[in-house]
């Protein structure tokens, strides 16, 4: 199996060296002397899960939200899990180091293809067994299950495969991955805000006392180096850091420099230093990227050459986070920068991989505060004119043509998973996992970083395709049929089975790895899965108006409180629980 070890990464421990292996499992075989038709099934993971219509011939629509332009209205009546086949390494793959060990349609694993469709079909929904032990609102009771969704072996309705690229050719670059990654550096992520709410929307407090960073072992930048290293060497990669003072700052630095062999002089890899080490902020000329307008900055670190990777992973150092965690969190707007900046570079195999610890908090949301202690209105972040409907929009104009993979851990101010980001991982075919770090030990940091690498490898694995599962749940459908209520993060905790006897290595995952299994683990890391069934009125809600109680929100949430005076509105403002033409009196 192929092993990435991370070099100068604080608190590395015993698990880390196995962190982005096929599936993370110890188990031993002499899987290097196998050709590509000898590989076997290292790991079965389950990522995500959506509400998806599943039509009688099988096919699986994703449920995202209201409706929009050129979009069928269809109600919900099952779920879609996302599932990673994770095999053994390959040998001698024609890209070079081919590091992507999921499993593709078509693809040989023990001398037998895995194909959906045909009369030699060996991925089927009979193949499937899927045990549910409870599906209830995220945050319910975890002993018992009050909603009584529940069921044993239930065979899906339908399997199918999304690809989203071929196994990777070193003469076709439309087989290789284009990856942006935007690491949240607000002020959350270091403790920097109010002592009181523990929430960054107001204007910046005075630093409290006690700093409680949400991600306190920088876990975020160890998972994010090790997944960079991870990649084929042909794919393409970019960073970005992002908080209230920039949107979007490219995470790349060539201030590298040699220390122990031509001390002083420029580098890009230790081979350059002459049996000394190329080390991050040790040039003498320092680091020109901090010098560099936004576009000349992403010009010159995307790319897959030895360069471009070097200048982005000298700025994931653990030491080296160039905006130290600050301000407020312009989500939105950042996610823009890199969608702009990949779709006007590269046509194929895009994709977004976000990690922060909460909602937008530069642009206007039911999350916020809107009057600050002092009386004044609380404004938007300056230079950010693109929210999560602007965003939404633009996409949806667009085709959808970049997938949203998102990595939202917990924090103080923000304890609830994200149904805005769930909504955009769902319409664009990614994907959304939340890490519940604040009901973890947060003193151990070891167990931390191990949930963020171990989500980062799910998202690792599905970039290039997955497959999708679809169970027909009579729970998902309207009342009286159904029991998920709308406008509400539910919660679905079990297990998924795939067997075949074609596949005797099977057995090795469902023996030594839990990644199949959606419930709580070790260090009460909750691994259910997520999904939100949206509103899309305040009728859903039992409600009236679209500001007053009982309202649905943007992010298609049910709210039982009225929404915050000068939340925008259909009709211009909410003020005292109505949409109404001015709310002058609210703040000023």
């Not at 499992?25 to 002397?33: E, F, M, N, P, Y």
């Not at 000349?296 to 986070?321: H, M, N, P, V």
């Not at 998202?459 to 009286?480: C, D, E, H, I, T």
Request: with cysteine; net charge negative; aromatic share 8%.
């Amino acid at each position: 199996m192929t092993i990435f070890t991370p070099t100068r990464i604080a608190r590395t421990g015993t698990w880390l060296t196995a962190a982005f292996l096929g599936g993370a499992l110890v188990s031993c075989d002499s899987t290097a002397k196998f050709s590509i038709p000898d590989r076997k099934f290292a790991d079965i993971q389950v990522v995500t899960s959506f509400p998806a219509y599943i039509a009688d011939d099988g096919s699986i629509t994703r449920v995202c939200g209201p409706a929009l332009t050129n979009e069928i209205d269809l109600e919900p009546n099952g779920a879609e899990f996302t599932v990673n086949f994770v095999s053994t390494s390959l040998k001698n793959p024609a890209c070079e180091k081919d590091n992507d060990l999921s499993i593709k349609e078509g693809e040989l694993i023990e001398l037998s293809p895995l194909r959906t469709t045909g009369a030699s079909s060996t991925v089927s929904n009979q193949n499937f067994s899927v045990q549910l032990d409870c599906v209830e609102p995220r945050g319910g009771a975890t002993g018992s299950c009050p909603t009584g969704i529940q069921g044993d072996a239930l065979t899906p309705a339908s399997v199918k495969y999304e690809a989203s690229s071929n196994r990777c050719s070193p003469s076709r670059p439309e087989t290789w991955l284009n990856v942006a990654l935007l690491i949240d550096a607000s002020g959350s992520t270091s403790g920097l805000v109010d002592p009181t709410t523990n929430r960054e929307d107001n204007p910046l407090p005075d630093t409290p006392s006690t700093l409680e960073p949400s991600d306190p072992g920088d876990a975020r930048i160890t998972a994010s180096r090790l997944f960079v290293q991870s990649l084929n060497s042909k794919d393409r990669a970019i960073a970005y850091y992002f908080n209230e003072k920039n949107p979007g700052t490219v995470a790349a630095s060539d201030n590298k420099g040699c220390i122990g062999g031509n001390d002083g002089k420029a580098c890009l890899t230790d081979d350059d230093c002459a049996g000394g080490a190329c080390l991050a902020g040790e040039n003498p000329q320092g680091n020109t990227f901090e010098l560099l307008a936004l576009p000349d900055a992403q010009k010159k670190a995307f790319g897959s050459s030895t360069a471009s990777r070097e200048y982005l992973l000298a700025a994931l150092e653990d030491s080296k986070i160039k905006d130290g965690g600050e301000g407020r969190a312009p989500l939105w707007q950042s996610i823009d920068v890199a969608y702009q900046h990949l779709k006007a570079t590269v046509k194929e195999n895009r994709h977004i991989v976000i990690l922060t610890d909460g909602p937008d908090t530069c642009s206007h949301g039911e999350e916020l505060t809107y009057v600050s202690s002092d009386g004044k209105c609380r404004t938007p972040c300056l230079n950010v004119d693109v929210d999560f409907e602007k965003l939404r929009q633009k996409m949806v104009d667009d085709g959808y043509p970049v997938q949203l993979h998102f990595v939202q851990w917990q924090s103080k101010g923000y304890k609830q998973p994200d149904a805005q980001m769930m909504e955009m991982a769902c319409r664009t075919g990614g994907t959304y996992q939340f890490l519940n770090f604040e009901e973890m030990n947060k003193s151990d940091l070891d167990g931390l970083q191990r949930a963020m690498t171990k989500a980062m490898t799910r998202v690792r694995y599905a970039m290039g395709g997955s497959w999708r599962v679809g169970l027909k749940l009579n729970a998902m459908q309207k009342p009286p049929q159904g029991s998920v209520a709308t406008g509400e993060v539910w919660a679905i905790g079990g297990f998924l089975k795939f067997q075949n006897q074609l596949f005797p290595s099977l057995a090795t995952p469902y023996e030594y790895s839990t990644s199949w299994k959606f419930g709580f683990d070790s260090g009460n890391e909750d691994r259910r899965l997520l999904f939100r069934k949206s509103c899309s009125s305040a009728s859903d809600c039992n409600g009236t108006d679209s500001c007053g109680a009982n309202h649905c929100d943007v992010g298609g949430l049910c709210r039982s409180k009225a929404a915050p005076d000068k939340l925008p509105c259909s009709g211009g403002l909410c003020c005292s629980g109505t949409c109404s033409a001015d709310c002058a009196t609210a703040c000023q």
